[in-house]
């Protein structure tokens, strides 16, 4: 048989984005980012970001049916991120889900954002159950087995701010451009990482949680000595507190991640497999420090190609095809949730 052929819409942060993916395949991702829009305001703002999404969702879907080379007609049906994430922008996607369906008789398949993450190791690597991943964004941090498409055990994560937030925040404090995770990577990389002690914040704790509001006010301190000391922020400043910054996350991030593993083998003493995905899965410094951890303890690692670890549609679609496959569909009275745990 062949495999489902999906279009996917996802509108629940600051990007706006649809695809087309059958079985594994990825035909076409088309991405609108918002950041300029947000980058007067020191972050997203959410009657903006759903105006946004609402005057660019249509050109979206149409873009990438154009690059998929299908038409309506073509697909067998219709997936939606339904939450969770900023109310007025998964709306927008929502509806235009529902016009979609409604209009074509296609099937509608309303999709957790979370899971799009937590699925994603399965799209690019067709990684098999169960699986242990880091989901590490801007609005989430956890570690999750995932044992199906619809079946995932949290064992941690954090306790007040997602790394993703801190990065952005660190960003702000540091006169740094919005989004602030690629920003603050890329001034670390002439940064010195030891310049600034900062906290690692539950290190020495036991079990999984992580905790990185702490850091932000270190961050905070770290500068504000800075500029008593030097009347400014020079760029050689900038890069050593992005340095130090970048170096604390990614050793709670490394640390944690060992434990997870640990709790891991004690329920699933198989083959271990660890993924991560999610905005901050785009960095370098955590990515090659999961990596390292990873081959020290003969555990496959799989990291997903930057763009499908930020926000983007396909990773909508292809849980819609799981879903789908296993038979569970939505109908119009869909709802849009701004909170949906997984
Ligand atoms: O998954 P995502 O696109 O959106 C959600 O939060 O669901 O993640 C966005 C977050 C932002 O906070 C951004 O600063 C962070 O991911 N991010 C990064 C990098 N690229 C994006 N953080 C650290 N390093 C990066 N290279
Ligand atoms: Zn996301």
Redesign the pocket.
């Known amino acids: 048989t062949q495999p489902l052929t999906l279009l996917g819409i996802e509108s629940?942060?600051?990007?706006t984005a649809a695809a087309v993916v059958r079985g594994h395949d990825v035909l076409a991702s088309v991405v609108y980012g918002q950041t300029s829009l947000h980058a007067d305001y020191g972050g997203v703002v959410p009657e903006i970001a759903a105006r946004a999404h609402a005057e660019k969702l249509d050109h979206c879907v149409e873009e990438a049916l154009v690059k998929a080379g299908l038409g309506l007609a073509d697909l067998d049906g219709i997936a939606v991120t339904a939450g969770p994430?900023l109310i007025g922008g998964v709306l927008s996607g929502v509806m235009c889900a529902k016009g979609l369906a409604a209009a074509t008789g296609l099937p509608l398949i309303g999709v957790n954002?979370l899971a799009g993450?937590a699925l994603t190791p399965r799209l690019t690597d067709q990684l098999v159950y169960p699986y242990l991943m880091l989901l590490?964004?801007?609005?989430?941090c956890q570690f999750l087995i995932v044992k199906a498409h619809d079946s995932f055990q949290r064992i941690g994560g954090t306790i007040d701010d997602?790394?993703?937030?801190a990065?952005?925040k660190t960003?702000r404090l540091l006169g740094l451009p919005?989004?602030?995770?690629?920003s603050?990577?890329k001034a670390a990389k002439s940064g010195d990482p030891k310049r600034f002690p900062l906290p690692r914040p539950l290190l020495n704790q036991q079990g999984c949680d992580m905790s990185f509001s702490g850091l932000k006010t270190a961050i905070l301190r770290a500068r504000d000595g800075v500029v008593a000391q030097e009347g400014g922020l020079s760029v050689q400043d900038q890069s050593d507190l992005s340095a130090s910054f970048?170096a604390a996350?990614t050793d709670v991030l490394i640390e944690k991640t060992r434990r997870a593993l640990g709790e891991y083998l004690k329920l699933n003493p198989e083959i271990p497999a660890f993924a991560i995905?999610?905005?901050?899965?785009?960095?370098?410094?955590?990515r090659d420090g999961l990596k390292a951890l990873c081959a020290g303890l003969d555990t496959d690692f799989v990291a997903p190609p930057?763009h499908l670890?930020?926000?983007?549609a396909a990773i909508i679609a292809y849980v819609g095809i799981a879903r789908m496959t296993a038979g569970e569909t939505d109908d119009l009275t869909l709802s849009a949730r701004p909170r949906w745990p997984l």
Do not use: K, R, W, Y
Request: hydrophobic residues 30%; charged residues 15%; negative net charge.
């Open positions: 629940s942060c600051d990007d994430g954002h993450h590490v964004s801007g609005g989430h997602a790394p993703g937030e990065f952005d960003a919005q989004p602030g995770g690629p603050v990577e970048q996350i995905a999610g905005g901050v899965a785009a960095n370098g410094s955590v930057l670890c930020t926000d983007n």
